[in-house]
């Protein structure tokens, strides 16, 4: 059974940092492509960024700019969002997800079948 475990939201400052966790079991994920994802509420999930397991290729949002970086640890089966320079309108549940992938990263959601519980991030000015 696949199974992810999101931690690292809480509330913090405008300007403060969090790192995201996402800790994978139940299956093998060399062959897909890793994401997070955002909702705010009233708004739809977005995607935020995305990385390749196998190839460690990357693909972020534009309104990233630099202030988010996705990565992942294969020894632990987890995938990481460090998110710096935090801003209001970032508040929003975070979720992890999973698609297969030939090497192709996704950014729709619907392209992903395996999601996490979310974790909130509230970021308060």
């Known amino acids: 059974q696949v199974e992810f475990v999101e931690s690292g939201g809480r509330s913090v400052q405008a300007g403060g940092s969090l790192r995201l966790s996402c800790a994978a079991s139940?299956?093998?994920?060399?062959?897909?492509?890793m994401a997070w994802f955002r909702q705010a509420p009233g708004k739809e999930r977005e995607f935020v960024a995305a990385?390749?397991?196998?190839?460690?290729?990357?693909h972020y949002a534009e309104f990233v700019k630099g202030r988010l970086t996705i990565s992942r640890e294969n020894a632990e089966n987890t995938v990481y969002l460090q998110m710096n320079s935090l801003k209001p309108e970032d508040t929003a549940v975070y979720y992890c997800?999973?698609?297969?992938?030939?090497?192709?990263?996704?950014?729709?959601?619907?392209?992903?079948?395996?999601w996490g519980q979310g974790t909130q991030v509230t970021v308060s000015s």
């Open positions: 139940g299956r093998t994920f060399s062959s897909y492509v």
């Open positions: 990385i390749s397991w196998s190839t460690g290729r990357t």
């Open positions: 997800a999973a698609a297969p992938s030939g090497g192709v990263i996704y950014t729709r959601p619907y392209v992903y079948n395996y």
